[in-house]
């Protein structure tokens, strides 16, 4: 699974894929993605979305809504052990046997899991037919968990309970966990890890009603690329021996509870860390919101990390900038933060110091989101943004799976799919007016934050909100 820091610090507009992309000249979009049309068709009440390009792979994504945000309370973790159930195959397609034919084709199989949405991705040669499409399918749209399964999964609770021992390692993805708990609580504030106190707790009860509930056709999509009309077939065919519940064309799409932004903080102190990390939020855009792009260029122009490796940050994006003012020759770290879901989102940055410099940086960065806020950007830095922004994007869509899973994530939040071309001229258009109000709005909003390492030197949360907004 990547990491939750690598996502929220360095992807442009979105949060569910993206790692840090270097500086590069600006340039167009990729020539497979350039040349490639986008048909979206609805085939026995499944949602479709054929790439047609002369990819050398034949790739399909099975986007689920079925992240973590639809957890309650008595099934925390659910999605965690979903992840690894649905690697581990069916009685009818176990594990083994989804593996050996993922081998033959020389296919790659990944599974996973975040807040708005559940992936299933697999690939292989296009001079291979899709026969392991109809054993996967059935694999992720199953019919509830047998008993022989349910006895097999009983290992998953040590692989659940590895995971989360991993992420006592990773202060940067607890960091953002945090983050996400205080700013919503519930929905979008569900962790997609399972809580300590769950795991090993879950029945197979509940595990076969969630699946039932949401690994449906009216919560999914599929997304091809490099598929002939006659694979296309092949996966129209594998859509008809899926059990009645996931196809059935009476089933109404349920009412997904709203994500409520309520702000709040959360510290975890650890001293044995080398660093102190500290993330500072609003409420930002959502996927269907206006403003998205808008915040795009704002988290632009204040910067993702350095643009280049090793060096001090003093001539770089605003709040590296800043920062390095602040905190002299200490080692630190800092980033704009733009978290973007189905409904809401969060802007604003995450910063990294040693335990004696974490204040300085602090308020050094948070000076500088409030400049931001309230005084808004210059057109110079508008277009700066604008580039870096469109840069990011065109180097992001050079990856087939990243432009397919841009896709999923418009259907399945109701939008129309938009090509990465559409983007880059919604952006090139974006004036300093319209992203100076949008500046404006997030400036008035109510912070969250959080903290994990040496918490010594670092303000609460009213103090933040004291110099965010200075």
Not at 34 to 50: D, F, G, L, R, Y
Not at 238 to 244: F, I, K, M, R
Not at 290 to 299: F, I, N, R, S, T
């Amino acid at each position: 699974m990547a990491s939750a820091i690598a996502r929220a610090f360095c992807q442009p507009i979105k949060n569910q894929i993206g790692v840090a992309q270097p500086a590069r000249c600006l340039g167009a979009v990729s020539h497979a993605t350039a040349n490639s049309k986008v048909a979206e068709t609805k085939e026995k009440n499944w949602k479709i979305i054929q790439n047609v390009d002369n990819s050398p792979l034949s790739r399909v994504i099975i986007a689920v809504k079925a992240g973590s945000r639809y957890e309650t309370s008595s099934n925390l973790g659910i999605t965690h052990l979903i992840r690894h159930a649905i690697q581990a195959g069916s009685e009818g397609g176990n594990d083994l046997g989804i593996y050996n034919s993922l081998e033959i084709v020389g296919s790659v199989l990944n599974v996973n899991t975040g807040r708005d949405l559940a992936f299933v991705s697999f690939n292989a040669s296009n001079q291979y037919g899709l026969e392991i499409i109809e054993p996967l399918m059935r694999v992720v749209f199953r019919n509830g968990v047998s008993e022989i399964d349910w006895e097999r999964y009983g290992k998953f609770s040590s692989k659940v309970g590895y995971d989360l021992a991993v992420l006592n390692t990773q202060p940067t993805v607890k960091l953002l966990e945090n983050l996400h708990a205080v700013a919503y609580r519930d929905t979008l504030g569900n962790s997609v890890y399972c809580p300590a106190f769950f795991v090993g707790s879950h029945s197979r009860n509940q595990l076969s009603s969630f699946i039932e509930s949401h690994y449906s056709n009216a919560h999914a999509a599929i997304i091809t690329s490099g598929v002939n009309e006659e694979r296309y077939q092949q996966l129209v065919r594998a859509l008809d021996g899926l059990p009645v519940y996931a196809t059935s064309t009476t089933k109404q799409a349920r009412k997904d509870t709203p994500a409520k932004y309520w702000g709040g903080e959360r510290r975890e102190h650890m001293p044995g860390l080398d660093a102190t990390y500290v993330a500072v939020a609003v409420e930002g855009a959502s996927l269907k919101s206006k403003d998205l792009l808008a915040v795009g260029v704002l988290q632009s122009v204040l910067g993702q990390g350095s643009r280049i490796k090793y060096s001090l940050n003093s001539t770089g994006p605003r709040l590296s900038s800043a920062v390095a003012k602040a905190v002299g020759d200490a080692a630190f770290s800092v980033s704009a933060l733009n978290a973007n879901y189905s409904d809401s989102g969060l802007f604003g940055f995450v910063v990294a110091a040693p335990s004696n410099s974490i204040d300085a940086a602090l308020r050094a960065a948070c000076k500088e989101l409030s400049s931001v806020t309230k005084n808004g950007i210059t057109d110079q830095e508008l277009e700066t943004g604008k580039k870096r922004l469109i840069t990011g994007l065109s180097m992001k869509f050079e990856s087939k799976e990243a432009l397919m899973i841009s896709q999923a994530e418009q259907t399945l939040a109701g939008l129309t799919v938009a090509s990465p071309d559409q983007m880059i001229k919604q952006i090139t258009s974006l004036t300093a007016a319209e992203v100076n109000a949008v500046a404006k709005k997030l400036g008035e909003k109510w912070y969250s934050m959080s903290s994990v390492g040496d918490l010594t030197q670092v303000p609460y949360l009213e103090n933040i909100g004291e110099l965010c907004t200075r």
